[in-house]
């Protein structure tokens, strides 16, 4: 099967981490068809590091955008990430990836994924799981992601999955919309926690450039503005009181949401996806999360309607 894929990495000021994060790719199994680096204004050694790679190896494209402001966490990322996607046409690639630039990998990590995905036609984006170092003893953390989501700072799709899904949203909890999106259309959004895929994450998710009360109150502002339900997001809170940083990142996650809540803030304007979100999260209340998320993708393979190559290529591939 054909195994093309593009990488599109938005970063600024990541010289503390790029080198490990170009190492882990340009030694992977199945090396990338194209990296392009959005290099988002960066002002540290950042492009330096990046021309040096980029004559080294020829799938590297590295482009500058102008610097516009101080470092830039959501919505800003994604507007650099299409500053990237925008100049390449994605029918030439089978899979891809927005891609961090402050990430450890295995060298299996992406063709484990294109196994995986070959294997299952509905898996239409997936990662490995993160963990981080810890500050004091540089034990490995989990970050603690759902299995029903890809995470982030790796997000690989299937392109036809990413095309159908309109790509993602300009706006906090991007990486929230486009699963539950996933999801909405038949398609399966998933992540595993298998030795061979687990990464790490150099800089921890959710902390912010400013601090984690920031990164975690931003976050609670972007459950807000997706469209979870109240209930589910105390109770999401709750569920993460013990996980680092322990008790103030539920607090700040659950003061964004309800700031956002009582000032009536604007939401993400699908009325059709809120209630399918919303009916999704109470089942998970009910009945667990997994066995919620089982339930509703049998339900939703009658939505699944890809294109027919992407059936007639993973037939051939898996017979």
């Not at 680096?37 to 590091?49: L, N, Q, R």
């Not at 991007?174 to 298998?194: F, K, P, T, V, Y």
């Not at 994450?201 to 920031?214: D, E, F, N, P, Q």
Request: glycine share 8%; net charge negative; charged share 25%.
């Amino acid at each position: 099967m054909s195994r093309r894929y593009a990488l599109i990495t938005p970063c600024r000021d990541e010289a503390d981490y790029a080198r490990v994060t170009l190492d882990s790719v340009t030694q992977q199994t199945v090396p990338p068809t194209l990296w392009l680096i959005v290099d988002d204004g960066s002002t540290d050694a950042t492009p330096e590091i990046l021309a040096e790679y980029e004559q080294k190896f020829d799938y590297i494209k590295v482009v500058r955008r102008e610097p516009d402001g101080g470092r830039r966490v959501g919505p800003g990322v994604i507007e650099a990430f299409y500053f990237g996607y925008d100049t390449i046409d994605p029918d030439d690639f089978d899979y891809v990836c927005k891609f961090d630039l402050d990430l450890d990998l295995p060298h299996v990590y992406f063709e484990t994924l294109m196994e995986r995905m070959e294997a299952n036609p509905r898996i239409g984006t997936c990662s490995g799981k993160p963990y981080f170092p810890h500050p004091s003893t540089q034990e490995l953390i989990s970050e603690g992601c759902g299995d029903e989501m890809s995470v982030g700072m790796t997000k690989f799709y299937r392109t036809e999955c990413f095309k159908q899904i309109g790509g993602f949203v300009r706006e906090v909890m991007w990486d929230g919309i486009d699963c539950h999106r996933c999801r909405q259309l038949g398609w399966i959004a998933c992540s595993w926690d298998d030795p061979e895929i687990r990464f790490t994450h150099l800089r921890a998710m959710g902390s912010s450039h400013k601090s984690i009360w920031t990164g975690r109150k931003r976050h609670g502002f972007g459950q807000y503005f997706m469209g979870t339900g109240f209930l589910y997001m105390l109770a999401s809170c709750v569920f993460r009181m013990t996980h680092p940083p322990v008790v103030i990142g539920s607090l700040a996650m659950f003061w964004g949401f309800f700031t956002s809540w009582i000032q009536r803030k604007e939401r993400y304007g699908d009325a059709d996806f809120r209630k399918f979100l919303r009916s999704y999260q109470w089942a998970c209340l009910l009945q667990g999360k997994s066995k919620a998320t089982d339930s509703l993708n049998a339900q939703q393979e009658s939505s699944w309607n890809p294109p027919q190559g992407t059936l007639t290529q993973t037939k051939e591939g898996t017979s």
